[in-house]
């Protein structure tokens, strides 16, 4: 109960890491079976239909549902502390971005046991992705499960933006905020400006396949190459929002474990919000082959490649941190210092896409697969894991252990080279992507069995890391406010899990590393900017919960408004929308009670904060 | 101009390493690494250069990485503080301007070779022009100067240039023969591709489909037969020949019923489903079944129609056509001596 009224970051945090491990689970099952599937040539373990649904549910629930909340569950587990905030802006609107985020997701994840998942791939294309050529339910599960877990995404970058503008404490300028802050309120613009265009277009699919419109459909006027660049307009800077934070978590882990600052700060800060620009400029490299102009062709190659700029910035940057330092290979730093040379081999590739004539080959093959799994993966998750194992003892109060967090090190990086280095070989072969099989005597079966071995590998690393979890779930919560010894940032300045105000007294920011140059100036602890006074905390409710609760049943009544069910009642109630009515009646209730009731928090009183 | 150019010319020897080690890699007929016409070398010229480049970026950062991983690393007592040094503004201006450099020596051949595989030659009188229509989950081609019609198996003659025109019927499909060029979609009509290649050597080529096109999309294939002038000219005028029908009237009445309800051959029947008009001398039967009893993976003519036709939906699931047995209500004897007739039915 306390979990479902709650409006704590900190609990939001762990509510995230929850839901995403789920997903992130799901999306994994999905890939090993994809990946069994294609241990050799005409391979009959799932029929085609299902591994096209397959492909659809693991890049989509991975892309939207797997990722994304455990990013948001260390943007909300960290970046209050990091700027000396008490809280996020909106803690009521930070618990509704997560509700409606797992009940988005949950109805997606409906279609399984519902007559079927969605089959067109995650991109949808139309006309594909209509009802004329998908039959089943599938695709509406697509369309308004992710409408429904995007507003979600959407309510929470607006926080954050709100969060980092507002709520930065004294002294903290911008040119002063961590790297995961910067990335963090980067990467919150880049979902305000993208996730509007998937809305537009996901409405717009809705409309074409529930209501009989014709956006997409030739025969009607429509036009699938406007689905590809409405898809692609958000779906580039998609991949950003993704990738951005991991640069954040980077750009922490390696100068705590260097004991040295970010070597280059402001050519970093310079160079997210140039990679920020240019991921919106450069959708049309996904639509090569789609028969743009020459000219379009060109352009969008050259503007492509320009990305590689400030990315090679960041990379070398993060070395010469490095460089000169004292650098303690514990595992956050296993994974960062993984992440580096990983990561690398995935830009590199991403210019080699966007040279638009080698693309033609490319383009739609195991290249592309490679390509970017080495850098969502190789890059993103990477990057996830030593967030994870940095900052856990700040989220549970934990360390994680050492051991086994080197064997998921070692076990996940070595499995996942080889799944997806083979792959880029594949592709030039001549593998297309998402064939449910391949014929035999093609060259193509050594190398995926390679991949499949490889696939289970990493597979076992993340089982490594679940036990890891589990067995430190066990122990006493002993770690120290500042468990890496070497922690830079406010966050490590209070104690482990931090209180639930987070900070007793605002601290003062004197510099860049706030923390650090305290405990090198000799002080404790941070220096307050005001007395210990009374705190304001906002209430605990139910409201959140229950408005994402009235939109997912609206999504359900929608989606099935044109079906005929056995029971002439229940045909009634979703033919008329009255299911899709209570749905909205829910949650406009819901919304009428929160204006309407007049809440005013509560406060912890200073005798309290001293009396601990 | 001249500068990017010479240090293009720096990596030659790189390239030579790399193109002699790529090209170790899959099939003649399949692999985009052993090109067997000009676009295909064209796009690999570029992919050769990209990966030069990319393979130096490659060992200069992991050779930076393995350095500073090694020689800073935290002896056991080692507990002074490193100096905290701000950043160098030199150094990020290096690190700038030289990837800098190394992207505007990939863009210019970039954007050069976009706009050599811009030229579709569609109003070239020299070349053939072939109408390319997608189909779950076959290919139509269509012969607009000769009137002629075919399917799965492209004919072209060897050394001309091919001026396409690609649509679809239903969903996008993306054309591709990754030995011969790079792929490209095909949309509805409205928004009909053009594109032009060449194969130089006489041959077949692997064909696929590369964009998701429903349950069977990775058995969407098809064949590139390359013949030279004089067998094209015969191909041609043996397509245009009058029909063909099985001899015994029984069964060529079921056959024109059930069977040209959808397909034609020679001058009869349909063009819902793809032309059977010489179906016995084809690479293939559905595009997958492989018509060579010298190979393993392939069978005689004969026996891969009965396979297809006594169960389609094996062959390739979610296809359009009716079973024979099922829908159209043949016998299993029928159905062998349709396949037998069609078996037969060749060209020249
Ligand atoms: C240096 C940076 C990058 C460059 C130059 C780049 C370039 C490209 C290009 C040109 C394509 C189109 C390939 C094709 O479809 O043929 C592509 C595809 C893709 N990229 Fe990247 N990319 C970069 C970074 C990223 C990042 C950071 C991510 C994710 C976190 C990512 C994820 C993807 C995905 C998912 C696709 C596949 C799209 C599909 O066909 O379904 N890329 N990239
Ligand atoms: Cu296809």
Sequence with gaps: MDWITTVDHKKIAILYLWAGGLFFGIGGIEALLIRWQLIKPMNDFVDAQTFNELITMHGTTMIFLGVMPIIFALMNAVIPLQIGARDVAFPFLNALGFWTFLFGGLLLNLSWMMGGAPDAGWTSYTPLSGTAYSGTHGVDFYTIGLQIAGLGTLIGGINFLATIITMRAPGMSFMRMPMFAWTTFITSAIILFAFPAITVGLVLLTFDRILGANFFVPGGGGSPVLWQHIFWIFGHPEVYILILPAFGIISEVIPTFARKRLFGYSSMVFATILIAFLGFMVWAHHMFTTGLSPVANALFAVSTMLIAVPTGIKIFNWLFTLWGGSVRFATPNLFASGFIPTFTMGGVTGVMLASAPADFQFHDTYFVVAHFHYVIVGGLVMGLFAGLHYWWPKMFGRMLSETLGKWTFWTFIIGFHLTFFVQHFLGLMGMQRRVFTYLPNQHFDTLNLVSTIGAGLMGAGMLVFLANVWITSRKPPDAGGDPWEDGRTLEWSIPSPSPEYNFKQTPLVRGLDAFWKEKTAGNKGMTPAEPIGSIHMPSATPLPFVMAVGIFIAGLGFMFSRDDFSSALVSFLFNNYVVTGLGLLITFGAMLVRSLYDDHGWHIEPEELEGR | ?348
């Design chain 2, 1 to 348: 101009m001249m500068r990017t150019w010479q240090s293009a010319r720096r990596l030659l020897p790189l390239i030579a390493v790399f193109g002699m080690f790529l090209a170790g890699c899959g099939r003649e007929d399949l692999s985009v690494l052993k090109p067997q016409g000009p676009a295909a070398e064209s796009s690999l010229g570029l992919m050769k250069l990209a990966i030069s480049i990319m393979i130096v970026v490659l060992l200069i950062v992991f050779s930076i990485a393995a350095y500073v991983m090694i020689r800073f690393r935290r002896k056991p007592g080692q507990n002074e503080i490193p100096d905290q040094t701000h950043g160098s503004f030199k150094l990020e201006v290096l690190w700038t301007v030289i990837p800098l450099i190394l992207v505007i020596v990939l863009a210019v051949p970039t954007v050069r070779t976009v706009f050599a595989l811009g030229d579709n030659h569609s109003g070239d009188k020299n070349a053939i022009k072939v109408k390319v229509t997608g189909h779950q989950y076959w290919w139509e081609f269509e012969y607009p100067d000769y009137g002629i019609k075919t399917a799965q198996d492209l004919i072209i003659p060897a050394g001309k240039d091919i001026a396409f025109e690609l649509t679809t019927n239903d969903v996008l499909h993306s054309f591709w023969v990754p030995s011969l060029s790079g792929k490209i979609d095909t949309n509805p009509t409205g928004a009909t591709n053009r594109f032009s290649f060449s194969a130089p050597k006489e041959g077949v080529y692997r064909g696929k489909c590369a964009e998701l096109c429903g349950p069977s999309h990775g058995f969407m294939e098809f064949k590139v037969k390359a013949v030279s002038n004089d067998e094209f000219n015969q191909w041609i005028e043996a397509q245009k020949e009058p029909a063909v029908l099985p001899a015994d009237p029984v069964l060529a009445e079921t056959f024109k019923e059930q069977c040209l309800k959808c397909h034609a051959v020679g001058d009869q029947g349909m063009s819902v489903g793809p032309s059977l008009t010489g179906i016995g001398s084809r690479e293939s039967v559905a595009g997958i079944l492989l018509n060579d009893d010298t190979r393993q993976d392939g069978a005689p003519v004969e026996e891969n129609l009965k396979t297809w036709l006594h169960d389609t939906q094996g062959v390739k699931p979610g296809n359009l056509m009716p079973d024979p047995k099922q829908d159209m209500g043949l016998s299993d004897d029928e159905i062998d001596r349709i396949a037998e007739y069609l078996a037969g039915y060749k060209l020249n």
